[in-house]
């Protein structure tokens, strides 16, 4: 997606150790257009499938989400993240391993908000291992509902995640994939590429 | 606002204690057009005033602010909540005390962002005590802007916020405005009506 490529060779900056910074227009500050273009590009790439609701995590994922659940005219739902929790009765927890932070969370989304049979598509900013991604899909399954796909705004292409969740059968879709970081600049994996291992 | 009216009347749910249940559309599940109808409105109440810039807070405020952002053709910013801090040299901060919680947060806005002159538009979901929407307000001053307006999605009337925002001289602009949550049910302020008190 090429405003979203621009976006980040002018915006991104790279911090030490595979981390990009975009919070001048995806992470902190966001710019809405940006995110309207990505909402459309979601629906034109999963045009084929059935999708019945959005789903994503708080907080960076909800803009794109949004926008991708007004183009689909679906809802969305956001997990929300917290550090432990009491009740879970009504709720489905999954916990998440954050390699950035370096710690846990336990993503928790409403039971009443995904029936069975569902076709869910997950939404979020970063794939980098693919923690977040996983823990959205085993609570659709939870559900008993399924996944329709993955759309991921930018994709960290030297992290197993991209790996991981093609083999685990799942469909993704990311707007920007980065095939590295060293040397702090941004390098983008050609079309189609496939970074070896 | 209409649609928001008969969205807050058929789904919300009223809890003990003056607490309005609102995950079916605006808290973890979120209706996009209902979200888009909300950013076409505050746009339309403030279409008096100059803005550069939308701020609103994770999580709950992001999906009427971007939607309010679109419309407006500026960007988003949100701000981040955070139990405790340690470095603080390039952002700006201010203590949130949530009555819902009992607890204190700190809010925090990279210093980047919000530049001496701007002026800033603050969306968020609720309006209860007000505690938030100073809280972003004082970040504004911090920076040398100035608050162009505050635009809240579901004002609880019967608590303080409104008296107080408005003593203090802000715009304040609510699509939905309760009077009463007693006995279980919703009951709606009249247009323009004023509680005592």
Redesign the interface.
Same mark, same amino acid.
């Given at each position: 997606m090429k405003l979203l490529k621009q976006k980040v060779m002018n915006e991104g900056i790279v911090l030490g150790s595979g981390v990009l910074k975009v919070?001048? %227009?995806l992470n902190?500050?966001?710019? @809405?257009?940006l995110?309207?273009e990505v909402g459309r590009e979601f629906t034109r790439r999963f045009a084929g499938e059935e999708i019945t609701k959005v789903l994503t995590i708080?907080?960076s994922g =909800? +803009?794109p989400g =949004?926008?991708t +659940?007004?183009e689909l005219?679906? @809802?969305? =739902? %956001?997990a929300?993240k917290q550090k432990s929790l009491t009740l879970t009765e009504d709720i489905f927890v999954e916990k998440v391993y954050s390699f950035t932070k370096k710690e846990s969370n336990e993503i928790t989304?409403?039971k009443? %908000?995904i029936a069975a049979g569902e076709r869910v598509l997950i939404v979020d900013d970063f794939l980098a291992n693919g923690e977040a991604a996983f823990g959205l899909a085993r609570i659709v399954e939870q559900a008993g509902g399924s996944v329709a796909g993955i759309g991921i705004v930018i994709e960290k292409s030297f992290q197993p995640g991209n790996r991981l969740l093609q083999e685990a059968g799942y469909r993704l879709e990311s707007l920007v994939r980065i095939a590295s970081l060293e040397d702090g600049r941004v390098t983008f994996m050609e079309e189609d590429e496939v970074l070896p291992g």
């Open positions: 919070d001048s %227009f902190h500050q966001m710019d @809405p257009v995110m309207r708080e907080s =909800i +803009a =949004i926008m +659940a007004l005219g679906v @809802p969305l =739902i %956001f929300r989304v409403s009443k %908000f």
